[in-house]
Protein backbone atom coordinates (compact mmCIF):
# COMPACT_ATOMS: atom_id res chain seq x y z
CA UNK A 1 0.00 0.00 0.00
CA UNK A 2 3.00 2.35 0.07
CA UNK A 3 2.67 4.15 3.62
CA UNK A 4 5.57 5.24 4.86
CA UNK A 5 5.55 5.41 9.30
CA UNK A 6 6.77 7.80 11.53
CA UNK A 7 9.56 7.38 13.11
CA UNK A 8 10.00 4.41 16.04
CA UNK A 9 12.68 3.24 18.93
CA UNK A 10 13.94 0.39 18.40
CA UNK A 11 11.49 -0.76 21.20
CA UNK A 12 8.61 0.13 19.10
CA UNK A 13 7.79 3.16 21.19
CA UNK A 14 7.67 6.69 19.57
CA UNK A 15 10.22 8.76 19.90
CA UNK A 16 10.60 12.18 22.02
CA UNK A 17 9.16 12.86 25.02
CA UNK A 18 5.52 12.55 26.10
CA UNK A 19 4.07 15.40 24.92
CA UNK A 20 5.58 15.13 21.84
CA UNK A 21 3.67 14.65 18.56
CA UNK A 22 4.60 15.68 14.74
CA UNK A 23 2.12 18.62 13.03
CA UNK A 24 2.38 19.64 9.57
CA UNK A 25 2.18 23.67 9.23
CA UNK A 26 -0.19 22.97 6.46
CA UNK A 27 -2.08 20.42 8.52
CA UNK A 28 -5.34 21.44 9.87
CA UNK A 29 -6.86 20.82 13.29
CA UNK A 30 -10.69 21.59 13.89
CA UNK A 31 -11.59 21.67 17.91
CA UNK A 32 -9.72 19.76 20.43
CA UNK A 33 -7.95 16.21 20.13
CA UNK A 34 -6.87 13.75 22.32
CA UNK A 35 -3.71 12.09 21.22
CA UNK A 36 -0.85 10.15 22.02
CA UNK A 37 2.81 10.72 22.36
CA UNK A 38 4.53 9.91 18.86
CA UNK A 39 1.38 11.04 16.88
CA UNK A 40 2.02 12.30 12.84
CA UNK A 41 -0.35 14.70 11.34
CA UNK A 42 1.27 15.42 8.04
CA UNK A 43 0.89 17.53 5.29
CA UNK A 44 -2.69 19.00 4.21
CA UNK A 45 -4.36 16.46 6.32
CA UNK A 46 -7.38 17.91 7.80
CA UNK A 47 -8.81 16.94 11.45
CA UNK A 48 -12.11 17.99 12.77
CA UNK A 49 -13.05 16.83 16.32
CA UNK A 50 -16.12 18.07 18.02
CA UNK A 51 -15.98 18.61 21.86
CA UNK A 52 -12.98 16.00 21.68
CA UNK A 53 -14.77 13.26 19.48
CA UNK A 54 -11.49 12.14 17.63
CA UNK A 55 -9.20 10.42 19.77
CA UNK A 56 -4.96 9.33 18.11
CA UNK A 57 -2.92 6.69 20.11
CA UNK A 58 0.53 7.27 20.43
CA UNK A 59 2.43 6.43 16.83
CA UNK A 60 -0.72 6.76 15.08
CA UNK A 61 0.01 8.51 11.89
CA UNK A 62 -3.00 10.74 9.68
CA UNK A 63 -0.79 11.11 6.02
CA UNK A 64 -0.81 13.65 3.14
CA UNK A 65 -4.27 14.90 2.48
CA UNK A 66 -6.17 12.35 4.55
CA UNK A 67 -9.72 13.96 6.49
CA UNK A 68 -10.75 13.27 9.82
CA UNK A 69 -14.12 13.76 11.02
CA UNK A 70 -15.39 13.08 14.65
CA UNK A 71 -18.78 14.23 16.48
CA UNK A 72 -20.15 13.69 19.40
CA UNK A 73 -22.73 11.07 17.83
CA UNK A 74 -19.86 9.64 15.45
CA UNK A 75 -16.14 9.80 17.44
CA UNK A 76 -12.93 8.74 15.97
CA UNK A 77 -10.36 6.37 17.40
CA UNK A 78 -7.69 5.22 16.03
CA UNK A 79 -5.76 3.36 17.76
CA UNK A 80 -1.90 3.02 18.47
CA UNK A 81 0.72 3.10 15.49
CA UNK A 82 -2.38 2.48 13.26
CA UNK A 83 -1.80 4.92 9.81
CA UNK A 84 -4.71 6.24 8.00
CA UNK A 85 -2.88 6.55 4.25
CA UNK A 86 -2.76 9.61 1.92
CA UNK A 87 -6.12 11.09 0.87
CA UNK A 88 -7.98 8.78 3.11
CA UNK A 89 -11.68 9.63 4.46
CA UNK A 90 -12.27 8.52 8.33
CA UNK A 91 -15.61 9.37 9.16
CA UNK A 92 -16.65 8.60 12.73
CA UNK A 93 -15.43 5.23 12.51
CA UNK A 94 -12.93 3.02 14.84
CA UNK A 95 -9.54 1.84 13.60
CA UNK A 96 -7.86 -0.71 15.56
CA UNK A 97 -3.58 -0.42 16.89
CA UNK A 98 -1.26 -1.42 14.09
CA UNK A 99 -3.88 -1.44 11.34
CA UNK A 100 -2.78 -0.09 8.08
CA UNK A 101 -5.20 2.14 5.76
CA UNK A 102 -4.29 2.08 1.98
CA UNK A 103 -4.33 5.58 -0.08
CA UNK A 104 -7.98 6.82 -1.20
CA UNK A 105 -9.71 4.71 1.43
CA UNK A 106 -12.76 5.32 2.85
CA UNK A 107 -14.11 4.49 6.64
CA UNK A 108 -17.89 5.26 7.26
CA UNK A 109 -19.70 6.63 10.18
CA UNK A 110 -19.83 3.65 13.00
CA UNK A 111 -17.37 0.97 10.97
CA UNK A 112 -15.29 -0.84 12.57
CA UNK A 113 -10.98 -1.64 11.80
CA UNK A 114 -10.01 -4.20 14.35
CA UNK A 115 -6.13 -4.73 15.07
CA UNK A 116 -3.43 -5.39 12.55
CA UNK A 117 -5.77 -5.47 9.62
CA UNK A 118 -4.84 -4.52 5.88
CA UNK A 119 -7.58 -2.11 4.21
CA UNK A 120 -6.56 -1.62 0.43
CA UNK A 121 -6.71 1.09 -1.41
CA UNK A 122 -9.71 2.76 -2.43
CA UNK A 123 -11.63 0.57 -0.33
CA UNK A 124 -14.97 1.82 1.32
CA UNK A 125 -15.58 0.34 4.55
CA UNK A 126 -19.54 1.16 4.87
CA UNK A 127 -21.67 2.48 7.95
CA UNK A 128 -21.54 -0.11 10.86
CA UNK A 129 -19.32 -2.86 9.04
CA UNK A 130 -16.55 -4.33 11.92
CA UNK A 131 -13.91 -6.13 10.59
CA UNK A 132 -12.28 -8.47 12.86
CA UNK A 133 -8.79 -8.33 13.89
CA UNK A 134 -5.63 -9.90 11.19
CA UNK A 135 -7.98 -9.10 7.99
CA UNK A 136 -6.99 -7.85 4.71
CA UNK A 137 -10.15 -6.03 3.40
CA UNK A 138 -10.71 -4.83 -0.22
CA UNK A 139 -13.17 -3.59 -2.78
CA UNK A 140 -16.43 -0.99 -3.01
CA UNK A 141 -17.68 -2.05 -0.78
CA UNK A 142 -15.20 -3.62 1.18
CA UNK A 143 -15.23 -7.22 1.86
CA UNK A 144 -12.99 -9.20 4.10
CA UNK A 145 -10.74 -11.21 1.56
CA UNK A 146 -9.03 -13.47 4.00
CA UNK A 147 -6.91 -13.49 7.56
CA UNK A 148 -3.82 -11.70 7.41
CA UNK A 149 -0.75 -14.37 6.80
CA UNK A 150 2.47 -14.59 8.52
CA UNK A 151 3.71 -12.83 5.67
CA UNK A 152 1.31 -9.62 6.28
CA UNK A 153 2.25 -9.41 9.75
CA UNK A 154 5.96 -9.55 9.18
CA UNK A 155 5.34 -6.79 6.37
CA UNK A 156 3.35 -4.45 9.03
CA UNK A 157 6.43 -5.04 11.54
CA UNK A 158 8.89 -4.05 8.99
CA UNK A 159 7.07 -0.74 8.15
CA UNK A 160 7.00 -0.52 11.88
CA UNK A 161 10.69 -0.56 12.64
CA UNK A 162 10.55 -4.18 12.84
CA UNK A 163 8.37 -4.14 16.20
CA UNK A 164 4.43 -4.30 16.48
CA UNK A 165 4.67 -3.48 20.34
CA UNK A 166 2.36 -0.89 21.66
CA UNK A 167 3.81 1.59 23.56
CA UNK A 168 0.51 1.60 26.09
CA UNK A 169 0.96 5.71 26.76
CA UNK A 170 -2.32 7.78 27.95
CA UNK A 171 -3.42 10.42 25.46
CA UNK A 172 -2.89 14.38 26.58
CA UNK A 173 -5.81 17.04 25.21
CA UNK A 174 -4.57 19.06 22.09
CA UNK A 175 -6.50 22.46 21.25
CA UNK A 176 -5.58 24.67 18.37
CA UNK A 177 -4.71 27.97 19.37
CA UNK A 178 -6.41 30.43 16.41
CA UNK A 179 -10.14 30.66 15.88
CA UNK A 180 -11.50 29.79 12.43
CA UNK A 181 -13.33 32.80 12.10
CA UNK A 182 -9.72 34.81 12.70
CA UNK A 183 -8.38 32.95 9.99
CA UNK A 184 -7.43 34.79 6.28
CA UNK A 185 -9.90 34.28 3.94
CA UNK A 186 -8.95 31.08 1.55
CA UNK A 187 -6.52 32.52 -1.68
CA UNK A 188 -8.31 33.44 -4.24
CA UNK A 189 -6.24 33.91 -7.31
CA UNK A 190 -7.33 35.96 -10.95
CA UNK A 191 -6.69 33.59 -14.45
CA UNK A 192 -6.21 35.92 -17.01
CA UNK A 193 -8.97 38.82 -16.45
CA UNK A 194 -11.39 36.89 -14.27
CA UNK A 195 -11.43 36.38 -10.68
CA UNK A 196 -13.12 34.46 -8.18
CA UNK A 197 -16.28 36.80 -6.85
CA UNK A 198 -17.50 35.43 -2.79
CA UNK A 199 -20.52 36.20 -0.81
CA UNK A 200 -18.98 38.16 2.08
CA UNK A 201 -21.59 35.85 4.24
CA UNK A 202 -19.70 32.78 3.17
CA UNK A 203 -16.97 31.01 4.84
CA UNK A 204 -13.46 30.01 2.82
CA UNK A 205 -11.30 28.22 5.40
CA UNK A 206 -7.73 29.39 5.38
CA UNK A 207 -6.04 26.77 3.37
CA UNK A 208 -8.76 26.90 0.50
CA UNK A 209 -7.44 27.95 -2.63
CA UNK A 210 -9.94 29.18 -5.69
CA UNK A 211 -9.31 30.50 -8.81
CA UNK A 212 -10.26 32.08 -12.34
CA UNK A 213 -14.38 32.42 -12.85
CA UNK A 214 -15.60 30.69 -9.99
CA UNK A 215 -18.44 32.69 -7.94
CA UNK A 216 -19.22 31.66 -4.46
CA UNK A 217 -22.67 32.44 -3.21
CA UNK A 218 -24.20 33.20 0.43
CA UNK A 219 -23.39 31.00 3.45
CA UNK A 220 -21.15 28.95 1.41
CA UNK A 221 -19.11 27.04 3.64
CA UNK A 222 -15.36 25.68 1.27
CA UNK A 223 -13.28 23.37 4.04
CA UNK A 224 -9.85 23.37 4.42
CA UNK A 225 -7.51 22.20 1.75
CA UNK A 226 -10.50 22.54 -0.80
CA UNK A 227 -9.38 24.16 -4.59
CA UNK A 228 -11.80 25.43 -6.80
CA UNK A 229 -9.94 25.89 -10.14
CA UNK A 230 -12.19 27.99 -13.04
CA UNK A 231 -9.40 28.64 -15.06
CA UNK A 232 -10.79 26.53 -18.38
CA UNK A 233 -13.21 29.05 -20.13
CA UNK A 234 -16.40 27.91 -18.78
CA UNK A 235 -18.11 29.25 -15.36
CA UNK A 236 -17.69 27.34 -11.91
CA UNK A 237 -21.12 28.53 -9.71
CA UNK A 238 -22.12 27.65 -6.25
CA UNK A 239 -25.69 28.47 -4.99
CA UNK A 240 -26.48 30.06 -1.59
CA UNK A 241 -25.53 27.69 0.98
CA UNK A 242 -23.45 24.93 -0.51
CA UNK A 243 -20.56 23.15 1.54
CA UNK A 244 -17.50 21.93 -0.19
CA UNK A 245 -15.74 20.28 2.63
CA UNK A 246 -11.70 19.02 3.02
CA UNK A 247 -9.30 18.26 0.42
CA UNK A 248 -12.12 18.14 -2.29
CA UNK A 249 -11.27 19.46 -5.90
CA UNK A 250 -13.37 21.21 -8.24
CA UNK A 251 -12.30 21.42 -11.80
CA UNK A 252 -13.95 21.49 -15.20
CA UNK A 253 -12.36 20.99 -19.16
CA UNK A 254 -12.28 23.21 -21.77
CA UNK A 255 -15.27 25.36 -22.74
CA UNK A 256 -17.63 23.77 -19.79
CA UNK A 257 -19.67 24.60 -16.62
CA UNK A 258 -19.40 23.30 -13.22
CA UNK A 259 -23.14 24.37 -11.28
CA UNK A 260 -23.39 23.23 -7.52
CA UNK A 261 -27.35 24.27 -6.91
CA UNK A 262 -28.25 25.80 -3.06
CA UNK A 263 -27.81 23.50 -0.35
CA UNK A 264 -25.81 20.94 -2.01
CA UNK A 265 -23.42 19.16 -0.43
CA UNK A 266 -19.75 17.96 -1.09
CA UNK A 267 -18.60 15.37 1.09
CA UNK A 268 -14.32 15.59 2.07
CA UNK A 269 -12.05 14.22 -0.55
CA UNK A 270 -14.57 14.20 -3.38
CA UNK A 271 -13.43 14.99 -7.40
CA UNK A 272 -15.67 17.07 -8.69
CA UNK A 273 -15.49 17.57 -12.75
CA UNK A 274 -17.91 20.06 -15.36
CA UNK A 275 -20.75 18.93 -13.97
CA UNK A 276 -24.27 20.41 -13.02
CA UNK A 277 -25.80 19.11 -9.39
CA UNK A 278 -29.46 20.14 -8.30
CA UNK A 279 -30.45 21.28 -5.20
CA UNK A 280 -30.48 19.25 -1.87
CA UNK A 281 -28.26 16.72 -3.48
CA UNK A 282 -25.66 15.14 -0.92
CA UNK A 283 -22.18 13.58 -2.08
CA UNK A 284 -20.91 11.91 -0.09
CA UNK A 285 -16.88 11.36 0.83
CA UNK A 286 -14.39 9.82 -2.29
CA UNK A 287 -17.16 10.29 -5.06
CA UNK A 288 -16.10 11.24 -8.39
CA UNK A 289 -18.42 13.20 -10.33
CA UNK A 290 -17.34 12.93 -14.38
CA UNK A 291 -17.47 15.65 -16.43
CA UNK A 292 -20.95 16.19 -18.39
CA UNK A 293 -22.64 13.91 -15.92
CA UNK A 294 -25.95 15.57 -14.20
CA UNK A 295 -27.76 14.60 -10.99
CA UNK A 296 -31.03 15.91 -10.22
CA UNK A 297 -32.40 17.76 -7.23
CA UNK A 298 -32.63 15.69 -3.43
CA UNK A 299 -30.29 12.93 -4.86
CA UNK A 300 -27.70 10.92 -2.75
CA UNK A 301 -24.54 9.74 -4.46
CA UNK A 302 -22.68 7.00 -2.17
CA UNK A 303 -19.22 7.23 -0.72
CA UNK A 304 -16.77 6.41 -3.41
CA UNK A 305 -18.97 6.12 -6.28
CA UNK A 306 -18.08 7.30 -10.06
CA UNK A 307 -20.85 9.01 -12.03
CA UNK A 308 -19.58 8.17 -15.62
CA UNK A 309 -19.18 11.61 -18.27
CA UNK A 310 -22.25 12.67 -19.89
CA UNK A 311 -24.84 10.33 -17.17
CA UNK A 312 -27.84 11.67 -16.08
CA UNK A 313 -29.83 10.94 -13.07
CA UNK A 314 -33.46 11.95 -12.20
CA UNK A 315 -34.93 14.09 -8.91
CA UNK A 316 -34.53 11.90 -6.04
CA UNK A 317 -32.14 9.11 -7.28
CA UNK A 318 -30.07 7.09 -4.82
CA UNK A 319 -27.07 6.73 -6.77
CA UNK A 320 -24.04 3.84 -6.27
CA UNK A 321 -21.36 1.98 -7.24
CA UNK A 322 -18.14 1.89 -9.79
CA UNK A 323 -19.48 3.11 -12.05
CA UNK A 324 -22.79 4.49 -10.43
CA UNK A 325 -26.25 2.92 -10.83
CA UNK A 326 -29.31 4.42 -9.55
CA UNK A 327 -30.21 1.72 -6.82
CA UNK A 328 -33.48 3.49 -5.43
CA UNK A 329 -35.33 6.65 -5.26
CA UNK A 330 -35.86 8.63 -2.20
CA UNK A 331 -39.22 9.53 -1.08
CA UNK A 332 -37.76 12.90 0.92
CA UNK A 333 -35.15 15.10 0.16
CA UNK A 334 -32.01 13.86 1.83
CA UNK A 335 -30.58 15.77 5.29
CA UNK A 336 -28.08 16.82 5.56
CA UNK A 337 -25.79 14.32 6.95
CA UNK A 338 -23.70 14.29 10.44
CA UNK A 339 -20.39 14.82 9.29
CA UNK A 340 -21.63 18.07 7.23
CA UNK A 341 -20.37 21.36 8.80
CA UNK A 342 -23.43 23.81 10.35
CA UNK A 343 -23.07 27.80 10.42
CA UNK A 344 -23.18 27.48 14.11
CA UNK A 345 -20.22 25.20 14.43
CA UNK A 346 -17.84 27.71 12.81
CA UNK A 347 -17.61 30.10 15.89
CA UNK A 348 -16.22 26.55 17.92
CA UNK A 349 -14.01 25.35 15.33
CA UNK A 350 -10.26 26.12 15.83
CA UNK A 351 -7.35 25.73 13.58
CA UNK A 352 -3.97 25.42 13.72
CA UNK A 353 -0.91 27.12 11.06
Given amino acids: MGISLPPVSPSGGPTGGAAHFSLSSSARVLGTLHLGPGAVIAQGAVIRSHGGAVRLGAGAAVLENATVTGTSEHPVIVGERAVLGHRSVVLGAEVGALSEVGSGAIL ?33 PGQVLRRATAEDLERLRRLRGGSLSLPGQPLTVFSARDRAEDAPMGQLYTFRDKHPLVHPTATLFSTAEVSGDVVIGPGCIIGSGVKIVGDAGGPVRLGAGVQVLSNTVLHLPQDSGLVLEDGVIIGPGCTVHGCHVGA ?10 CDGSRLGRGCIVSAGSLVKPASSFPDGARVEGFPAVQTGTLSTPPPPPRWALRPEDLAGLRRVG
Fill in 108 to 140: MPFARVGARCLVGEGTVIPSGMVVPDESVVEGR
Fill in 280 to 289: GTVVEPGAIL
